[in-house]
């Protein structure tokens, strides 16, 4: 069974920045793409960013282009997300999940989920 822990969120101030992490294990991490998404209150999860297992290839929604970034460390089972230039639209719980194929790209894919961790951006 593949576990999902994510840590790193936190209250900042807009212009601001956080760093998400989400430590994975129960499989091989190194061969499964990886994704953030986040809920908003009152809204449905929304993806965010994805990973593919090498690293090679990652993806973003358009409201986060050029502020996110997201990487992995295959040696340390772990992904990250890089938060810059934080907006109050940003506020919302994230959620880590895990693909059941190497690239990720349909979101279908994502069958393993972390329990959230929320991100506050204040105005």
């Known amino acids: 069974q593949v576990q999902l822990v994510e840590s790193g969120g936190g209250l900042v101030q807009a212009g601001g920045s956080l760093s998400l992490s989400c430590a994975a294990s129960?499989?091989?991490?190194?061969?499964?793409?990886m994704g953030w998404f986040r809920q908003a209150p009152g809204k449905e999860r929304d993806f965010v960013a994805r990973i593919s297992a090498s690293g090679g290839s990652t993806s973003y929604v358009d409201s986060v282009k050029g502020r996110f970034t997201i990487s992995r460390d295959n040696a340390k089972n772990t992904v990250y997300l890089q938060m810059n230039s934080l907006k109050p639209d940003d506020t919302a719980v994230y959620y880590c999940a895990a693909a059941g194929t190497p690239d990720g790209v349909g979101l279908r894919e994502y069958n393993y989920w972390g329990q959230g961790t929320q991100v506050t951006v204040s105005s």
């Open positions: 129960g499989r091989t991490f190194s061969r499964y793409a």
